[in-house]
């Protein structure tokens, strides 16, 4: 587990570093490359987790689906700006399967969905940002989804709460970063109280909403996929040793 928490930080500072270079260097011109970027260094932290555990074909194709989920879930409230269900999704993810499922689900959702939203210099931002909501939902959540159904109505208020701060300190003080970065010339205390003033609204929107639809998913889905982990073994053999 101490190895686990080194390679999930180590692959966090990677992912920090890689967004400042696309920002203080790249100038958000080569943003496909820093998505590229982003995304295949989460997708280590995935790599390493389950090349330890052999993982089977059930496994894999669970993880799949709940990256499916969440580019589906953001996609199919295109006509509600915020008020989508996607990072009730992926703290769900972090949730049942750990933070690196968690991280990689944000950031493969975030990813994807944009080609139907519009790629753009904000994708890293919103990959990096999602994905930390997922991988600290694997963290705070995940004891509270392993002591059994007895607990669900509980970690459902407590993952209402943490969906709700999540999104509008995390995503929203992240990927307001975006335009700060490319719309502020001279950037001064009062712009970045104002950036982040303005997008605080939505952010608050954003966040009401995932806790709204975790309120009322967290407990039954969760449930299920506690099922379907047991059904097929689904367990983390490193978690377990």
Same mark, same amino acid.
């Given at each position: ?9 180590? /692959?966090?500072? /990677?992912? *920090? ?41 059930? /496994? ?34 972090g949730a049942a399967f750990g933070a690196e499922t968690g991280f990689v689900t944000g950031a493969v959702a ?29 963290l705070i959540l995940r004891p509270e989804a392993e002591r059994g159904a007895g607990t669900f109505r509980r ?24 335009? *700060? ?22 952010? *608050? ?37």
């Amino acid at each position: 587990m101490r190895k686990r928490r080194l390679y999930n930080g180590i /692959l966090l500072l /990677l992912s *920090l570093l890689l967004l400042w270079y696309g920002v203080a260097v790249l100038e958000g011109r080569e943003y496909y490359y820093v998505s590229w970027g982003i995304l295949i260094i989460g997708l280590l932290g995935f790599f390493f987790r389950f090349e330890r555990s052999r993982p089977e074909a059930p /496994l894999l194709a669970m993880m799949a689906a709940l990256c499916a989920a969440a580019i589906v879930s953001r996609i199919a409230f295109f006509f509600l700006p915020q008020m989508k269900p996607v990072a009730a999704v992926v703290i769900i993810a972090g949730a049942a399967f750990g933070a690196e499922t968690g991280f990689v689900t944000g950031a493969v959702a975030m990813f994807v969905s944009d080609f139907y939203f519009m790629q753009g210099s904000w994708t890293p931002f919103q990959m990096f940002a999602m994905g930390l909501v997922g991988f600290f939902a694997g963290l705070i959540l995940r004891p509270e989804a392993e002591r059994g159904a007895g607990t669900f109505r509980r970690g459902r208020i407590l993952s209402a709460l943490y969906g709700f701060f999540s999104v509008v300190i995390v995503y929203g003080g992240i990927v307001e970063l975006n335009t *700060l970065f490319f719309t502020i010339q001279d950037p001064s205390a009062a712009a970045v109280l104002a950036v982040y003033l303005q997008g605080l609204p939505f952010n *608050l929107m954003f966040g009401a909403a995932t806790a709204v639809f975790l309120f009322f998913l967290y407990r039954p889905v969760l449930a299920r996929l506690e099922r379907i982990q047991k059904k097929y073994r689904l367990i983390d053999k490193e978690e377990k040793k």
